[in-house]
């Protein structure tokens, strides 16, 4: 431990100079952990040998002057700044029997069982990095064959389709287009001709029925669709000023009259 | 192995494109002799899986010519013949000998070419005797391996219309009493069923 | 040459992706062992300037890798990655199956979304089973492209493998009482290391 403590105050210009751009280079660290291991590798000890104690005093040495150069620090920093002190005070105190927990020993054992393990994961990173690489040192063929790909189409068809192709081709003709079924229906256009024709001669009051179309009354579809022709054909005449319509009481028959010509 | 054929091979394999033997001089260190390298290297192949081939003036590795069905993946692939093949197939096999005017006019519509061709294709269909009509048109017959696809002895037994009918195979199309109508809500039960009866009966 | 050894050979020399045993024997004739002529094969490009490689499963041929120099015009320029991806990579290669949380421990520093997509995008990473610890996290493991473009046989093969595992390094020590929790540590051992031998083994 003494012998360590001398080593921090007879740091040479080079050490000094290595642990201000310490605290200016805050960013280029990845966090607290990778800190500890750049502050652990100065000490130039194997990092199972690493005295946690120190490094702990390194460390937050380090946070001491961030904050009097107001460097801003990560929260994590901060955190692990903390804990740091808490295992100092740990390590330094004789153990207290009544206290629970880890041992201040333990706590340090991880701490660098931590920093040898990310040491070593940057160690073989490198080595896997600095491996014989595809498309760098090695190289795959460059003209690659394709496979083809022979397509075989077999066609299938069953007795059945074929029954059924033929049954639809010689049924066709019973087929018909769709057409409406008109036959039943009058429209309105033909009751407008017809009654054209006849409004002439209404000078007196004519129920709108005799207007039907001849034949059309049997049916009762018929009858329905004439009648409503008819009416819509009356109320069509009355609003082109032709005939005027009249009924004398609710559902009572509906009667229409030529209109004279205004004088 | 000589390094001079190990580069060689390397650059040969690697290249994208064939190489000629000026530019694999150019990559080699310099006082590598390609040309020679390369025919150690042809001869080395020689028998094997792949072959040193020349291309123009630049060289290769390629697939030896007799294992090129190795690089071949063949799939079958099952389609439903089309409804005009079927069509066609049909009329042939209840009218043949029949000319191709013929299947148009049974049909309705013109025969395409490409149809007939892929019912030839399969050989479902073959051509038949000429017809002694004018213009002396060629008719199609069913082969016997459409016989043989279908289960049939002879074209001779397949169903008639009124079997087909019978069978139920007719049934699945509109009748044209179902057509929506106007002032359908009126007409009553009974009548409606009779008109479709009527339909369906021979 | 046997006709076995030289159907592997033009199949492997026509792939630029390595190609398994199982389709290696899919597309050679019925009956063929490709496994037994992998081994003449490899045999036969020893010392050559293009070698039977075995990645994971699979089987490639590479050019030998002291002659890279002559490549320069394949060589392709890979992005640079990043101190952070580089050491993930290698967290996900040495201690897979390996949780986001666990390399989060093993680093000190929270992984950014951006590392994992860019290994992931590479697709030298994968997602592998998921723990069966509270939460149930994904894992992450290497790929098979991974170990071809590292050229490794398989994850076993790792440099210092053997030396990180004999150190206990790749072991899961669960951090004694209160750490602060850089990630967390409350992985179950025997499942983590379980799950690991699982994969570095045959």
């Known amino acids: 431990m003494t012998t360590r403590n001398d080593t921090l105050f007879d740091k040479s210009v080079e050490d000094r100079l290595a642990a201000e751009a310490l605290i200016v280079d805050v960013d280029g660290f990845e966090g607290p952990l990778d800190l500890l291991l750049t502050l652990s590798r100065t000490q130039k000890v194997d990092l199972r040998k690493i005295s946690v104690l120190e490094l702990a005093r390194q460390y937050l040495s380090f946070v001491e002057k961030a904050k009097e150069l107001r460097i801003e620090l990560a929260a994590d920093y901060l955190v692990m700044a903390a804990w740091l002190a808490f295992l100092k005070s740990r390590l330094l105190l004789p153990p207290d029997p009544t206290e629970e927990g880890p041992s201040g020993e333990e706590l340090a054992a991880h701490l660098a069982f931590q920093l040898e393990r990310l040491q070593a994961m940057r160690d073989v990173a490198a080595r896997l990095m600095a491996r014989d ?6 190289f795959p063929r460059g003209l690659p064959e394709r496979m083809e790909r022979v397509r075989r189409v077999t066609y299938s068809a069953t007795l059945l389709d074929l029954m059924q192709g033929y049954a639809r081709i010689r049924t066709r003709d019973e087929f018909r287009p769709f057409v409406m079924d008109r036959d039943k229906v009058f429209t309105m256009e033909e009751a407008l001709d017809r009654m054209r024709g006849m409004i002439g001669f209404a000078g007196t009051w004519i129920d709108i029925a005799s ?8 049916d009762p579809v018929k009858w329905r669709s004439a009648t409503a022709a008819t009416f819509a054909a ?3 005449l009355a609003k082109e000023g032709k005939v005027e319509l009249r009924q004398s009481d609710t559902f009572a028959p509906i009667e229409l009259r030529r209109r004279e010509e205004p004088q | 192995m000589g390094e001079q054929e190990r580069m060689v091979e390397a650059i040969l394999f690697a290249s994208a494109q064939p190489v000629s033997v000026a530019e694999l001089n150019g990559r080699m260190p310099h006082g590598c002799d390609a040309a020679e390298a390369l025919v150690h290297l042809r001869k080395r192949y020689e028998g094997r899986g792949v072959t040193v081939v020349k291309v123009g003036d630049t060289w290769a590795i390629r697939t030896a010519p007799d294992l090129g069905f190795l690089m071949q993946k063949e799939t079958v692939e099952t389609r439903k013949l089309s409804r005009a093949a079927i069509e066609t197939l049909a009329i042939i096999a209840y009218h043949q000998p029949v000319t191709r005017a013929e299947i148009e006019e049974i049909r309705g519509v013109s025969v395409s070419r490409g ?7 399969l050989e479902w269909i073959r051509f038949g005797r000429r017809k002694m009509t004018p213009g002396r048109p060629v008719t199609f017959v069913v082969t016997p ?3 043989d696809h279908f289960g049939l002895e002879s074209a001779r037994d397949l169903p008639g219309l009124k079997e087909l009918r019978a069978a139920g195979l007719l049934e699945n199309r509109p009748p044209p009493g179902a057509m929506p109508k106007m002032g359908e809500g009126d007409i009553d039960d009974d009548e409606a069923s009779a008109g479709q009866s009527e339909l369906f009966e021979d």
Request: glycine share 4%.
């Open chain 1, 133 to 138: 690489r595809l498309a760098r040192d090695f």
């Open chain 1, 211 to 218: 207007y039907m179309p001849d034949g059309w009354a049997a």
């Open chain 1, 234 to 236: 009356s109320l069509e």
């Open chain 2, 115 to 121: 149809t007939v061709d892929q019912l030839l294709e």
């Open chain 2, 145 to 147: 391996s459409f016989l």
